[in-house]
């Protein structure tokens, strides 16, 4: 499958980074994610939007990386991030945020420490 390629733009106290991110906006698209993947760029992601808002997590079944999400509103406010272990075998673990939300952006695990993004950040979509 091929996602569609976008750019977003992480806003922090502490200025601004642009990633690079394949859009995952269908339900086949954001079912599969980042599964099978063995690498992710340093300074890539893949954003998952959703039309409504969503109330539970994500998982990591089948995905070989570790990785950190972010959830955040309609406005772009991160409003939770988590580290989430690889998963290849049932049972996986749910990361759920506890809140609502209308899209996630996933990345490499601690990249979000590397360039500063914390809860109340915003994204936003180039």
Not at 6 to 32: C, F, N, Y
């Amino acid at each position: 499958m091929t996602f569609s390629a976008g750019r977003v733009l992480l806003d922090t106290e502490e200025g601004s980074t642009l990633i690079d991110v394949e859009v995952a906006d269908s339900a086949k698209e954001r079912q599969l994610g980042l599964m099978h993947r063995e690498s992710l760029d340093d300074d890539s992601g893949m954003v998952f939007i959703f039309s409504e808002e969503q109330r539970g997590g994500f998982w990591m079944k089948n995905t070989l990386i570790p990785l950190s999400i972010a959830f955040f509103d309609a406005e772009g406010e991160i409003l939770k991030i988590l580290d989430m272990r690889p998963c290849e075998e049932d049972p996986c673990p749910i990361y759920d945020p506890g809140v609502a939300y209308f899209g996630a952006l996933e990345v490499n695990q601690g990249a979000f420490d590397r360039w500063g993004v914390a809860e109340g950040d915003s994204i936003h979509m180039n």
